[in-house]
């Protein structure tokens, strides 16, 4: 291959994931071009390549059919050719203008199933023996479960017709008006949906005619999702199993996951995902701390799969690392966690909630924006660990609203979030007391420090700091690490 060639595709393939290339491959295109390179023989291999079958021969050439006669479907022509006294071979397209050379590979069976369904139409009534009588017989037997009605008239139409026409009916009264029994199938599935109380209104009713919110299934999606996060929550007290770590160290690999995170421009879901999978292979498995950064950086990798349309190379997770694990030791470790995970990510991402409220909430961009700010604060800090994501989802917006004055949390507030007032209290005391203390995650506090993020970090910690003895802080010049 000249060096030239090489050269531009190790290009492309390095540039698969950069974020200003207007060039981008996904890893299917980058591992079709090097097998390319390096599995694909030479014109020269290629010359003196002989088919099994001709070394069998000893150069004996002859021709073979399209399927090498792998199926019976060739013994059975070559059968028929010799008693029919013609050569055995190829059948042209010119001979069968339609195109239709399957009946001549059936068996005798079905050639004499056809010739039965001739006859019947000719002569639906005649008796007599032979297989004209056996074959509406058995066609009668086959469909005494599908229709009654057939059976007591004793007609012999052919089953595929009576389908058709079945289905037809089916069609026209469908398009017309729903038969009278999905009628009541439809009254009875109304009747077990839940209904708002009261004065609450639906917030699903601008979007019946949107098929990508799929309103009809909004409120059975979010009862399942309700009963999915009792299990995928991480055992709280992992960390007294762990010999070479601590909650401060967890707390430095967050923070830096989320500096990767932001870097790689990722979903807000992928790193909330991250962190479940990393909280849940530690609650399973000791880990060392030199390792620590590979269950880290392999959990987002996974996440990221998982989450992204088209998500990050490996090489990028290595170089983010400064190379400090190979490839292989990524991939290796992404089975090992999958293995211990028994292949379950089935997690119920608090954005999912949070935008659920955000949106009986008429989607306040100032109030989201903060409450995602304060919803990762969860992350961080192990004491929400043992909360489920919806209730951190729920508190996240009830502080969010009271630091910008949006008014009381109502009825309809608390029933698309799931939880009162009383409820989410403990989390908004432990935020308030998380955004109170000097700040410990810088990259954390960079990130919503921004105009993106309408600084909400800074709006949140000053808040936080003035209103703390509300909340009955008083010791705000203590760290995390040291309270913890």
Request: proline residues 5%; neutral net charge; contains cysteine.
């Amino acid at each position: 291959m000249p060096p030239g060639t090489r050269t531009a595709r190790q290009r492309l393939v390095s540039s698969e994931n950069d974020e200003n290339s207007s060039t981008r491959l996904t890893r299917a295109k980058a591992a079709a071009l090097n097998v390319d390179e390096l599995a694909m023989p030479t014109k020269g291999a290629l010359q003196p390549k002989k088919s099994a079958a001709n070394l069998g021969n000893a150069g004996v050439q002859r021709k073979r059919a399209a399927l090498g006669d792998v199926s019976n479907v060739n013994k059975s022509e070559a059968v028929e050719g010799k008693k029919a006294g013609g050569k055995v071979g190829l059948v042209s397209k010119a001979s069968h203008p339609t195109g239709i050379q399957k009946s001549t590979t059936r068996t005798a069976t079905a050639r004499s199933a056809l010739g039965v369904k001739e006859l019947n139409k000719a002569e639906p009534r005649r008796g007599g023996s032979g297989t004209i009588v056996a074959g509406p017989k058995r066609k009668v037997a086959s469909t005494a479960n599908k229709d009654q009605d057939e059976i007591a008239t004793g007609e012999s139409q052919p089953l595929r017709k009576k389908t058709q026409t079945h289905k037809s009916v089916d069609l026209v009264r469908d398009e017309n008006h729903a038969p009278v029994a999905q009628h009541k199938q439809q009254t009875v599935d109304d009747e077990d949906k839940p209904v708002p109380p009261e004065g609450v209104n639906v917030i699903e009713e601008d979007d019946w005619d949107d098929p990508l919110m799929v309103a009809e299934y909004a409120t059975e999606i979010f009862e399942y999702l309700r009963d999915l996060e009792c299990r995928s929550v991480p055992n709280p007290d992992y960390m007294s199993h762990q010999d070479d770590l601590e909650w401060k160290t967890r707390g430095i690999l967050i923070d830096w996951l989320i500096e990767v995170h932001t870097r790689f421009h990722l979903l807000p879901e992928t790193l909330f995902l991250a962190v479940n999978i990393i909280d849940r292979f530690l609650s399973a498995k000791v880990v060392q701390l030199d390792r620590l950064q590979l269950v880290g950086i392999t959990a987002m990798f996974i996440a990221s799969k998982y989450e992204e349309v088209l998500s990050p190379h490996v090489e990028n997770f290595k170089r983010i690392t400064d190379n400090g694990f190979s490839e292989a030791e990524i991939l290796s470790a992404e089975r090992f966690l999958l293995s211990t995970l028994n292949y379950d990510l089935s997690y119920p991402n608090p954005m999912n909630f949070l935008r659920r409220v955000s949106k009986a909430d008429n989607y306040d961009i100032q109030s989201r924006t903060i409450g995602k700010y304060l919803m990762e604060i969860s992350l961080l800090d192990h004491r929400f660990m043992s909360f489920r994501p919806s209730h951190c989802a729920a508190a996240a917006m009830y502080l969010a609203r009271m630091m910008l004055d949006r008014g009381p949390w109502d009825e309809i507030l608390a029933y698309y979030a799931g939880y009162d007032k009383q409820e989410v209290q403990p989390l908004v005391d432990l935020m308030v007391d998380y955004l109170a203390r000097p700040v410990v995650h810088e990259a954390f506090f960079k990130k919503y420090a921004s105009k993106k993020f309408l600084k909400a970090s800074i709006l949140a910690r000053q808040w936080a700091r003035k209103n703390a003895a509300l909340f009955g802080i008083t010791d705000t010049e203590l760290s995390l690490d040291q309270i913890s």
